[in-house]
């Protein structure tokens, strides 16, 4: 079973608008990572939050991290066609010998010209 | 820096059948991991490998081996073809073992199983 889900499914907006999208997950992680993916393409790393940080940015990116919540937050501001892709939360498992990332089933934006 | 090749990007075999996809990580990279992906299922973890050992394996029939080789290339095999082995299969590197850091993807092979 997929550990983080997304929210919501699709997502579409305005070139210029911002895109916010949500990840909630089961288990503590050590870290959640949010990923791109264009149309069938491979995934491109966008930023990983550690379990003891709460907000970080990387660009026109802002993610942020409720470790008690067990939610997590991915937004895109002033947003471009290219941002038009399928965005991924993937989590890794803390205290655990579980090692992989388990991936949400993703978030599809469309960026409107 | 060259990325995460993966061979063939697209290939077409019937049930049955078998097939071999092949990652060559980023250099200096020794953790390859092999993913799924199909629109039902979404993205599933197959195994990881690093320094020719298999570290942790996902959910997968035995129909889906792999390995790696000195060179951390690596190979995954799926054997008796069936038709819901159609799928996006994605090759990912990083030079920390577990998953835990950022992961390098190929752009993947895509399977189409008749």
């Known amino acids: 079973s997929q550990q983080g889900e997304e929210d919501p499914q699709a997502l579409s907006i305005q070139e210029g608008e911002n895109a916010t999208m949500n990840c909630s997950y089961k288990?503590?992680?050590?870290?959640l990572q949010w990923y791109r993916q264009n149309s069938g393409r491979g995934l491109v790393h966008l930023i990983l939050i550690r379990s003891n940080e709460r907000e970080k940015h990387s660009g026109r990116l802002r993610v942020t991290l409720d470790t008690s919540k067990k939610s997590s937050s991915l937004l895109i501001t002033a947003s471009r066609a290219a941002d038009t892709a399928s965005y991924f939360c993937?989590?890794?498992?803390?205290?655990?010998?579980?090692?992989?990332?388990?991936f949400g089933a993703g978030t599809t934006v469309t960026v409107r010209a | 820096k060259a990325g995460v090749t993966q061979t063939p990007r697209y290939l077409i075999k019937t049930r049955g059948q078998q097939v071999t996809l092949s990652c060559s990580p980023i250099s200096g990279h020794r953790s390859v991991s092999w993913y799924q992906q199909t629109p039902g299922q979404g993205l599933q973890f197959l195994f990881e490998?690093?320094?020719?050992?298999?570290?942790n394996k996902g959910n997968f029939p035995g129909r889906f081996s792999g390995r790696q080789f000195s060179n951390s290339r690596s190979e995954m095999n799926v054997s008796t073809l069936e038709l819901g082995d159609s799928a996006l299969y994605l090759c990912?590197?990083?030079?920390?073992?577990?998953?835990?850091?950022?992961?390098?993807f190929g752009e993947g092979s895509r399977l189409t199983v008749l």
């Open positions: 490998y690093f320094s020719e050992t298999q570290r």
């Open positions: 990912a590197s990083s030079s920390i073992v577990g998953n835990t850091g950022e992961l390098f």
């Open positions: 993937a989590t890794s498992r803390a205290r655990s010998n579980d090692y992989k990332l388990s």
């Open positions: 288990t503590s992680i050590n870290n």
